[in-house]
């Protein structure tokens, strides 16, 4: 009796900051339903896995080594096709896996759920709300000394970590699932990237879901853009 031949694509799974491969169940549990294989990574400063030799996250500029890892697994491992799902910080180490590696052509499909293209806005979005009692935003003076400080004394490149100002990264199908009261990630990050890519990006907006809560808010619609994305 003949058998369907085994599928070649297989998808990554990458979860956010502060965050675990549990995480990500939802996204594997969608592309299962698409037909696929799918590798729920760790990296580096995750519990359990050596940390960045800075001992801080980074957004993606060195993690996305780490995501190169497991597409050179997959690829050793019968992949010739990879689709590769963001969460928040996940879309960082996504984008920059897409800027940086020479695997970069591999990938096919992309998935980013609230993805923190941008460090600087996602740090302004939380200053503006920064202080509740007076009412008032952080001032952007005191902002711009912030991040000049955090760049001395860190060694934080806010360039590096910034996948808006140069979108070419974007070479495949991107689907982007985003909701509309996320107070961590703002939605405008990931409109201005549909804006940027339109031909490639398919923008989902949830309304009223907070951050990396839009299959929360509406388990069926978030699962279904992403099987049909997916299949």
Same mark, same amino acid.
């Given at each position: 009796?003949?058998?369907?031949?085994?599928?070649?694509?297989?998808?990554i799974?990458?979860?956010?900051?502060?965050?675990?491969?549990?995480d990500?169940?939802r996204?594997?549990?969608?592309?299962?339903?698409?037909?696929?294989?799918?590798?729920?990574? &760790?990296?580096?400063?995750?519990?359990?896995?050596?940390?960045?030799?800075?001992?801080?996250?980074?957004?993606?500029?060195?993690?996305?080594?780490?995501?190169?890892?497991a597409?050179?697994?997959?690829?050793?491992?019968? $992949?010739?096709?990879?689709?590769l799902?963001?969460?928040?910080m996940?879309g960082?180490?996504?984008?920059?896996?897409?800027?940086?590696?020479?695997?970069?052509?591999?990938?096919?499909?992309?998935?980013?759920?609230?993805?923190?293209?941008?460090?600087?806005? &996602?740090?302004?979005?939380?200053?503006?709300t $920064?202080?509740?009692?007076?009412?008032?935003?952080?001032?952007?003076?005191?902002?711009?000394?912030?991040?000049?400080?955090?760049?001395?004394?860190?060694?934080?490149?806010?360039?590096?970590?910034?996948?808006?100002?140069d979108?070419?990264?974007?070479?495949?199908? &991107?689907?982007?699932?985003?909701?509309?009261?996320?107070?961590?990630?703002?939605?405008?990050?990931?409109?201005?990237l549909?804006?940027?890519?339109?031909?490639?990006v398919?923008?989902? &907006?949830?309304?009223?879901?907070?951050?990396?809560?839009?299959?929360?808010?509406?388990?069926?619609?978030?699962?279904?853009?992403?099987?049909?994305f997916?299949?």
């Amino acid at each position: 009796e003949a058998t369907a031949a085994p599928t070649t694509t297989m998808a990554i799974a990458v979860h956010g900051q502060n965050g675990s491969r549990s995480d990500m169940l939802r996204s594997v549990e969608a592309a299962h339903r698409a037909g696929l294989p799918v590798l729920d990574i &760790t990296y580096r400063n995750d519990l359990g896995v050596p940390a960045d030799p800075t001992g801080r996250l980074q957004y993606g500029a060195s993690e996305w080594q780490d995501l190169d890892a497991a597409v050179s697994w997959a690829r050793a491992n019968g $992949a010739d096709d990879i689709v590769l799902v963001g969460q928040s910080m996940g879309g960082s180490i996504v984008a920059s896996f897409l800027e940086n590696s020479d695997q970069a052509a591999v990938v096919s499909k992309v998935v980013l759920d609230a993805p923190m293209l941008s460090l600087g806005a &996602t740090v302004e979005n939380a200053a503006s709300t $920064a202080m509740p009692v007076t009412g008032g935003a952080v001032p952007p003076p005191v902002i711009w000394a912030a991040e000049q400080l955090t760049t001395v004394r860190y060694g934080v490149d806010w360039a590096a970590v910034d996948y808006l100002d140069d979108t070419s990264w974007v070479t495949v199908p &991107t689907l982007v699932l985003h909701g509309t009261a996320d107070p961590r990630v703002p939605v405008a990050v990931s409109e201005e990237l549909a804006a940027a890519e339109p031909d490639l990006v398919r923008l989902v &907006t949830i309304a009223d879901a907070l951050h990396v809560e839009a299959w929360n808010v509406d388990p069926d619609r978030w699962s279904q853009e992403v099987v049909e994305f997916l299949s």
